[in-house]
């Protein structure tokens, strides 16, 4: 078991999906919803946004390859669009500030727009589950454990959807931006290290180490 490589996923799901920075995106759309909606409200969110990244998960690579895509190559772009993901975090409109603002008053259109996507399941999100999934390289039950490591962020995010209002006067909307700026430097030595990958995945560039004499 490769508890490092485990780590290392574990760590990209979660700077792309983005979890804290989902708290005031989810307190903005649940704005003018009861209450006792709000937990149905999460749920529903967080399913959708599931559905979508199980199946770039599933299905991404295949189409990929039907399309007669090499997967170095989207292992280079993705790392490209990652890292330009990675940038408007840091540099840009804080996450809750660009998609609180694509926010809208329908309880239900707003659980779906912006919440599930792109909030949850952002764009970044989906390429880096195909690109975390190589067909290739990873074998069924290495991409078991990376569905896993998924559905553990994926439930992770809703418990603090479930719990945003009291984590909202702990941190506060600043306090999320924050965060959401730090992982957007955390993932933009990611989607660098992708991009190297891709170029190894091609044979253009060999990044093992050398053998030790």
Known sequence: MDWVGLQRELITLFVVIDPVGSIPVFLFATASVPPALHRRFAIRAVLIAALVLFAF???????????????????IAGGIVLFLFAMTMVFGDSKPAAEIGAATGDPMTSAVFPMAMPSIASPGAMLAVVILTDNHRQS??????TALLLAVVLVFTLMLLLAAT??????????????SRIMGIVLATIAVDAVLTGFETMGVLNLSPPPIP
């Open 57 to 75: 998960l599933i299905g991404g690579q295949f189409v990929l390859e039907a399309l007669g895509l090499q997967l170095g190559s989207f292992q």
């Open 166 to 179: 009291r984590i909202q006067r702990l941190i506060g909307t600043t306090g999320a931006s924050v965060i």
């Open 140 to 145: 069924i039950g290495e991409q078991a454990w």
